[in-house]
């Protein structure tokens, strides 16, 4: 299963909620296929790498199907632990002879009641997670994963201000490098990977340009990219950030980021935030530029 890290756009509480004993204690765990869910819901048991294993106690693992592995993005599932062992990969799954972490330790969660929620914690953000510690209290009453970080959804505040200024946008839109290469490059180097990302949001306003033939119509290409708090102040996410900036500008995008904080400050109620306000005047002021 994976391993308890940081990655782009990764949601993943490294405190512990204040005030909370472990028997209220709830680790979110990353289910990363219906094999696996199979394994907790037929046998009621689940693996963590030792390694990664959390030194902090708790009582509940809560189990996260992510998107990627067409487990919906959701929360369904939750189960109270009921014993821990330590086992390598052999004896947990013998018939797996040549994975390449065979002989690895892991936690053998033995779980004891497993409960479903009245409706999963959906995935709203589309955001990768990652193993991070909620409270029970938390989990029952929760809608969105965002909810269980304490992470504001971000994402959905400045949908509302582009939806009410009505600029035209697009949700998650992917770029992609090309893989084409010449012959002697290739002879050169080492195959390169393709180069993907996600946007936030994708806006392609239409301006006019002169040319000898007159004025004719071009797209700009501007991303807007909301940046959380919590993830985007890890080290490692600001490497990946640089890194993504440097390709898209390469490709002729033109790019806005906004943090979390000048997205949600000063908010006053109906009227939506100051805040987002300024994010929209220097969307517009950017496209005015053309």
């Keep these: 299963m994976n391993k308890i890290s ?3 756009n990764v ?11 472990p028997e209220h204690l709830v680790l979110v ?17 689940y693996r963590i790498p030792l390694e990664y294993a959390p030194k902090q106690k708790f009582k509940y693992l809560a189990f ?12 369904t599932y939750y189960a109270s632990i009921k014993k821990i062992t330590r086992a390598t990969r052999r004896e947990l799954l013998p018939r ?17 009641k497993i409960f479903k929620l009245p409706k999963p914690i959906r995935n709203k953000s589309r955001r990768r997670v ?4 909620t409270t029970l209290s938390l989990l029952k009453k929760a809608k969105d994963i965002l909810d269980l970080y304490g992470v504001p959804p971000i994402e959905e505040i400045f949908e509302k201000a582009l939806k ?11 770029v992609s490098s090309s893989l084409r290469q010449s012959a002697s490059s290739q002879r050169k180097s080492a195959p390169q990977r393709r180069k993907r990302y996600r946007l936030d949001f994708a806006i392609f306003p239409s301006v006019l340009i002169s040319s000898k033939s007159g004025l004719i119509s071009s797209k700009q290409k501007i991303t807007i990219e909301c940046d959380g708090a919590k993830s985007h102040s890890l080290f490692s996410q600001k490497i990946r950030d640089r890194a993504k900036d440097k390709f898209l500008r390469q490709a002729g995008w033109q790019i806005l980021r906004f943090t979390e904080k000048e997205i949600i400050e000063n908010a006053n109620g109906a009227e939506g935030s100051r805040g ?3 994010c929209i005047l220097k969307l517009k002021s950017l496209w005015d530029k053309g």
């Design 276 to 278: 987002i306000d300024a």
């Design 29 to 45: 765990a990353v289910v990363k296929n219906r094999r696996d869910l199979n394994l907790i819901l037929k046998q009621s048991w």
């Design 64 to 75: 996260y199907g992510p998107i990627s592995g067409n487990l919906g993005g959701k929360i």
């Design 96 to 112: 797996e002879v040549s994975h390449p972490r065979i002989h690895n330790l892991y936690l053998r969660f033995e779980l004891g």
């Design 11 to 21: 949601l993943v509480a490294k405190t512990i909620p204040k005030n909370c004993s």
């Design 164 to 174: 009410k200024v009505r600029i035209k946008y697009v949700r998650e839109y992917v």
């Design 6 to 8: 940081s990655k782009q």
């Design 130 to 133: 990652s193993f991070g510690f």
